[in-house]
């Protein structure tokens, strides 16, 4: 069994900055070794990646968090992070992390194992 624990979520201004964490568990599961992202769904709206990082530290973004939004990992500690810089309204949505063990991916189908997400609520 794998889980993935989100926390760092909240209320912030326009422009603020967070920080969000994943910490992941589970006897087989090897955290080093697994591909992770980041995606947040928005009411109303389809999950949508932003960003995900290999087991060697490679990245991949979504254009319009490229720059502000910066994925990490600690697989010293199972845990992986997402950045959040210049926040706007329209990044208020639950934010999610994801595992998967084959190569990295954008489409939310192909993640083996989801967290129970956490809120990001930007105001004006």
């Known amino acids: 069994q794998v889980q993935l624990v989100e926390s760092g979520g909240g209320l912030v201004q326009a422009g603020g900055s967070l920080r969000l964490s994943c910490a992941a568990s589970?006897?087989?599961?090897?955290?080093?070794?697994?591909?992770m992202g980041w995606f947040r769904q928005a009411p109303g709206k389809e999950r949508e990646f932003l960003a995900a990082?290999?087991?060697?530290?490679?990245?991949s973004y979504k254009d319009s968090v490229r720059g502000r939004f910066t994925i990490s990992r600690d697989n010293a500690k199972s845990t992986v992070y997402l950045q959040m810089n210049n926040l706007k309204p329209e990044d208020t949505a639950v934010y999610y992390c994801?595992?998967?063990?084959?190569?990295?991916?954008?489409?939310?189908?192909?993640?083996?194992?989801w967290g129970q997400g956490t809120q990001v609520t930007v105001s004006s």
């Open positions: 990082i290999r087991s060697g530290g490679t990245t």
């Open positions: 589970g006897r087989t599961f090897s955290f080093s070794m697994s591909k």
């Open positions: 994801a595992a998967r063990f084959l190569g990295v991916s954008t489409t939310a189908s192909d993640y083996d194992y």
